[in-house]
């Protein structure tokens, strides 16, 4: 008698296992195609340190929990170049220059009209201050410096300028050679000239035209704290 009741116990449990069998199945693979999926939103999405950064100090300042460092974050940098522009006291000049934030890093711009002489590569005496208040933020931060000229569409054809990547590339030499000049380490610093092949606004309207106020905002220097390389 105890015999049969082992034996109908155990073809009950061998039934409840039979059922639940399916069911873990199903679960795991839904709990696999859901992981598959989230991997690939990871993959499809764009991590922009930038944006983490300054949502990570933003938390730490909330919390009163801020690490103090002896290094800039790049939130830091961003409005330590916002301070230098609100401090200086010509309106106009302030107005000209930018500073903007994207996963590239922090980047500076520099219209060319206050840089440099039209078709020069002679660095205009007035930027030299912007340049110094801009020295303190490198050395107290870790990131790489990129400096990157650009022209308009228009040629230039001169015997030290054949074409504006010559231009370009060396009013960003120039920046670079100031800096080393004011203490910056050259190892850290970088020189690219990119020519009208990067301009912020269309150089002509539809009929070919040229815009010469979009011109003149493609012309310009951009000192970049790289996150990215």
């Known amino acids: 008698m105890a015999e049969q009741k082992d034996r109908k116990k155990r073809k009950e449990t061998e039934e409840e296992g039979d059922e639940a069998e399916p069911w873990l ?7 696999t195609l859901l992981m ?4 690939l939103l990871f993959s499809m999405s764009t991590i922009d340190p930038v944006k983490l950064s300054m949502f990570g100090d933003a938390v730490g300042d909330a919390l009163h929990q801020k690490k103090k460092t002896e290094t800039y974050s790049i939130a830091e940098i961003h409005n330590k ?10 309106e106009d000049l302030k107005k000209k220059l ?5 996963p590239r890093g922090v980047t500076l711009k520099i219209p060319s009209e206050i840089s440099f002489p039209s078709g020069s ?4 005496t007035d930027i030299y201050s912007i340049l110094g208040e801009i020295e303190p933020i ?4 870790r990131f790489p410096i990129a400096v990157e000229g650009h022209t308009d569409n228009v040629p ?22 100031y800096f080393i000049k004011i203490g910056v380490d050259p190892q850290r610093l970088q020189a690219i000239g990119y020519a009208d092949t990067r301009p912020l606004m269309p ?27």
Not at 36 to 39: E, G, P
Not at 138 to 141: A, E, H, Y
Not at 163 to 176: F, H, T
């Open 121 to 124: 590569a002679v660095l205009n």
């Open 98 to 102: 930018e500073v903007v934030s994207d």
């Open 25 to 31: 199945l199903v679960y795991g693979d839904m709990m």
């Open 138 to 141: 490198i050395g107290n931060s």
């Open 156 to 177: 230039i054809r001169t015997p030290i300028f054949p074409s504006n990547w010559e231009l370009s590339a060396s009013r960003a030499s120039q920046v670079v050679k």
């Open 36 to 39: 598959a999926f989230f991997v």
């Open 203 to 229: 150089n002509l309207d539809e009929q070919g035209a040229p815009i010469s106020v979009n011109q003149s905002k493609n012309r310009r220097v951009e000192i970049i704290f790289l996150t990215l390389g």
């Open 81 to 90: 170049i916002k301070e230098v522009i609100n401090n200086i006291e010509d």
